[in-house]
């Protein structure tokens, strides 16, 4: 226990003296690494713009209330697009993930040695790099539109859907899966009646879960030329139209939270 | 027998659908599949330039194979850099003020006043992406990194403050009362009874904050805020897969990195 002795009395302390040496030397190289950070991004910053901000802010926000309500009528077939970017893409990439998902968890995939790595590959890579990117990547090699964005938003969720499944399928029962292996059952019996029923409800609240995720991120899409609401929002941007972003923002923000509670209502009602 | 027995016996089995009521699964299924209907209709796909753009996509495939990392290498490696700083500010800044407020925002320990205003801006936080956040923050704050450290600061602070949140208002009371009832004043008492509780949370939550802090960093250049997302759209602007892939693969590594430290972290605290 680390105590320290004073006086003739012991007195209890969280840590010995060196542990508390070790903590401090710690914070310091935080620290020092903080600092250097810091001034890193000082010297790449203009002051002068800075000290401006508020200024800057009040003008945007003067330009920008009150939003140009009229302009909403405009704005129905890029929600459309949104929705469809996220739906359709969020249905593809589950397609995809499914046999990922299979082959990456240790206790289904055929081989451990060699197919395992390359699906935790498939999966680190498509989750480690942003869907604008992909979108930025995609519209280079199909063209800006709507099929880039549904196609960004697929390989962006199957590492996100692919890995929550896979912990999943490793977690479930064994028992159940040896009973129904047990009644001489195929490999793909097993699976469809051993593991498939367990994994079935997290499935659903993955297929949510990356819906609503999806929903926020292909509203902003559009920035890149990838279709949906961003379009509209970097148009105007473009121009400087500052009551159409405000209306835009507003629109985004609905959608958000509505989306947000569809994903709660629904997961709340399967688990 | 029981009649139940009796009408289940000599028929086969059958699998218990997923949504045991008939009426929502049919008029689900139906709604559904006339949605794939509409949605494919409004959606016009050039096929002819998906079909032109697949020698591209081959040709970037082809490039991840051989990486330029020389050709633009300061340009790569300013980026890298910067995106590394942006990510590790913004997450000691975003982390030290999402404490408190993580702390107001817990009903257990919090009035109803804090409570009200921490919740709020959580949920501010939550509801903005960090893109529109940085392209705001850039008309204000000119361009370069202090927008985009702004903008990761904000976006760590609704994610972490509202999951410290959650674990401290599902943590043991009975450990906070004993420190309590041993006459400990507030700050004793969050760092004695409630502190040690939630750290090891707060310490897994923490870093796997760092590590989307660090994605989200490599795209904020598209937009001006500073880091490795500029020089990747310029790239991509140029046609320069070799670069580009470079540039994707050193994101990968760094996120790989991330994730294994995270691991080894988080198996030590809990």
Known sequence: MPVIEKNGDTIWHRRTTKQSLAHSAMWLVGLAIFAYCWQQISNATTWFFVWDAPRIASDIWTRATPPKWEYISQLGRPIWDTLNIATLGTLIALCLAVPVAFLAARNTTPSALFIRPVALLIIVSTRSINSLIWALLLIAIIGPGVFAGVVAIAIRSIGFCAKLLYEAIEEIDEVQVEAITATGASRWQVMAYGIVPQILPAFAGIAVFRWDINIRESTVLGLVGAGGIGLQLSASLNVLAWPQVSLILLVILAAVVISEWVSAKVRGAII | ?270
């Not at chain 2, 990510?87 to 982390?95: D, K, L, M, Q, Y």
């Not at chain 2, 795209?219 to 759209?233: E, R, S």
């Open chain 2, 1 to 270: 027998m029981s009649t139940e027995l009796e009408a289940v016996l000599g028929k086969t089995w059958k699998r218990p659908p997923f949504i045991s009521n008939q009426l929502l699964r049919r008029g689900l299924a139906l709604a559904f599949v006339a949605y794939l209907i509409a949605a494919y209709l409004t959606i016009d796909i050039n096929w002819s330039r998906v079909y032109e753009g697949l020698d591209r996509g081959a040709q970037f495939a082809l490039a991840f194979t051989n990486p330029d990392f020389t050709s633009r290498a300061s340009d790569i490696w300013g980026g890298l850099l910067e995106s590394v700083i942006i990510t590790v500010a913004a997450s000691v800044v975003g982390i030290l003020i999402s404490i408190p407020i993580g702390l107001g925002a817990a009903r257990n320990i919090a009035p109803l006043p804090v409570y009200l205003i921490c919740r709020g801006i959580v949920a501010i936080s939550r509801a903005l992406q960090e893109i529109i956040v940085a392209i705001l923050l850039v008309a204000i704050f000119g361009f370069g990194p202090l927008a985009g450290f702004l903008t990761l600061s904000f976006a760590t602070i609704g994610f972490l403050s509202k999951l410290l949140a959650e674990d401290i208002e599902s943590m043991d009371r009975v450990q906070a009362e004993a420190i309590k009832a041993s006459g400990a004043r507030w700050a004793q008492w969050i760092n004695y009874g409630v502190q040690p509780q939630v750290m090891p949370r707060l310490v897994g939550l923490s870093i796997y904050r760092v590590d989307i802090n660090f994605r989200e960093s490599a795209i904020l250049g598209l937009v001006g805020a500073g880091g490795i997302g500029a020089t990747l759209n310029t790239a991509f602007d140029r046609y320069e897969y070799d670069t580009a892939a470079a540039i994707l693969i050193l994101i990968i590594v760094v996120v790989m990195a991330l994730e294994y430290i995270s691991g080894i972290v988080r198996a030590r605290v809990q």
